[in-house]
């Protein structure tokens, strides 16, 4: 299992940016994926699940409305998963990760118990 994150960066209150995570090792037809984020002296947390298998995608509250999640299969090694951040605040600043959920289905909520397999995490920071 390999998770590989990129498009993290610095970007102004109130702009956008989109993370990318390779997926490969797995069939994204079997396992959820989701995206976590830590943020300095504070524990990680959910932002966003996604399941091809049922078509489910849940976002935890403070990104509702402001990050959408999305998925892609290239081929049947790799699949991409997307989270595209937009209106983005200062709080959002943090380390965001990938990982692979160990069931098809998000489900509700963000338990990383649920995840058995992480990538590296990209920053992303967010200016006021």
């Known amino acids: 299992v390999q998770l590989v994150e990129s498009g993290g960066g610095l970007v102004q209150a109130g702009g956008s940016l989109r993370l990318a995570c390779v997926a490969s090792g797995f069939s994204f037809d079997d396992y959820a994926i989701g995206w976590f984020r830590q943020a300095p002296g504070k524990e990680r947390e959910g932002v966003a699940c996604?399941?091809?298998?049922?078509?489910?995608?849940?976002?935890?509250n403070p990104v509702k409305g402001r990050f959408t999640i999305s998925g892609d299969v290239a081929d049947n090694a790799k699949s991409t998963v997307y989270l595209q951040m937009n209106s983005l605040k200062p709080e959002d600043t943090a380390v965001y990760s990938c990982a692979k959920k160990i069931w098809a289905e998000c489900g509700r909520g963000f338990y990383e118990y649920e995840y058995d397999g992480w990538g590296q995490g990209t920053q992303v920071t967010v200016s006021s």
């Open positions: 996604i399941s091809k298998s049922d078509g489910s995608i849940d976002y935890s």
